[in-house]
């Protein structure tokens, strides 16, 4: 027990040294070059600020979710050795929540790129 302590001691106070010389180390001195945008070398062709669609938001979203899915669906076959039809319930359960918001999206008109 003592040396988890010791060893959590340790890890603690390297990090909190590290972090103030992280904070107190860098030199702050803004300029007109530093604080400029930087597009690789070229003057900014515009602002970086201009409005985007949010269909490309909508997207990236829905890819994110099913991107979770198949990570929620790929450990499946390991566990089914626990109990398949607990494993296959899960596997129905995950799909068909998925396929209901697709379905969802879709009737709202969220997945048309044209308006």
């Not at 490309?56 to 390991?78: M, Q, Y």
């Amino acid at each position: 027990m003592n040396l988890i302590l010791t060893m959590i001691l340790i890890s603690s106070s390297i990090s909190t040294i590290l972090a103030i010389v992280a904070f107190w180390l860098p030199q702050m001195n803004p300029d007109s070059e530093k604080l400029s945008p930087y597009e690789c070398g070229f003057d900014p062709l515009g602002s970086a600020r201009l409005p985007f669609s949010i269909r490309f938001f909508l997207v990236a979203i829905l890819f994110l979710l099913f991107d979770l899915e198949i990570a929620l669906l790929l450990p499946l076959p390991w566990g089914i050795h626990l109990d398949p039809m607990l494993m296959l319930t899960w596997a129905f359960v995950i799909i068909m929540l998925l396929t209901v918001g697709l379905i969802y999206e879709w009737l709202q008109g969220g997945l048309e790129w044209a308006e």
